[in-house]
């Protein structure tokens, strides 16, 4: 009841299927993630982690005029699947291809990294690609207690913003609706699999290992 009246819940439109409304959440949590820090268009952006929301703050870059992206990660599947989408400057699991992402951008690095994943060395990584004065944005959850070792003379030195971002607000919820309603991102395209309610468990086990997955639908 609280929830209700204080606006969490949002009419969905005549015109917007259930399995597109079905991923309003997690846009929405990558949407707060956005709200939280400055860019332009024409900004450079990596992506740590190509899961589903990797992929959404990737359709994020192409909807606000980003003129690179570059993706990371160490599944072949989501590489391949991020290659698909056909916005990213590189997509690579190879840790050396970080020298050439610095060729890419004039050995600046990129304006914002954005790690959508719980991986440690991916901060690192993003510390490396980030330019001066750029933001790393911490979206991936990392495992409880996970402790890292940061040389904090580099972050300073660069002068480099780090925005942690968790969840998603009721105006994060709202823009989101209105991006998947206004077809500026296609959240459709996430969708991998579907089940029938009787496959449930099946569905549930599949999401549980990820193999060869994005988003996992499951229909009455």
Known sequence: ???????????????????????????????????????KK?????IF?????????????????????????VNDFRL???????????????PNSIPQLLTDTQNQGVDVSIVATGSLLAVSDAILCTRKGGTIVLFGVPSKGATMDIDMSVVYSK????VP???????????????????????????????????SQKAFEHAHTGKNAMKIIIHD
């Open 159 to 162: 002068e480099i913003t780090l």
């Open 165 to 199: 971002s968790y969840a998603a607000s009721d105006h994060d919820t709202k823009q989101s609706l209105e991006l998947i309603a206004s077809g500026k991102v296609d959240v459709k395209k996430l969708i991998t699999h579907r089940y029938a309610l009787a496959e």
């Open 80 to 94: 391949n699947f991020a290659k698909a989408f056909d916005v990213t400057t590189l997509v690579s699991r190879n």
């Open 1 to 39: 009841e609280w929830n209700v009246k204080h606006g969490g819940v949002l009419k969905i439109p005549d015109a917007m299927s259930f399995d597109e409304a079905a991923m309003i959440e997690p846009l929405a949590c990558c949407v707060r993630a956005w709200n939280k820090f400055q860019y």
């Open 49 to 73: 982690g190509t899961g589903p929301t990797g992929i959404m703050h990737m359709m994020l870059a192409k909807a606000n005029e980003f003129s690179k992206v570059f993706c990371f990660d």
């Open 42 to 46: 024409g900004d450079t952006a990596a």
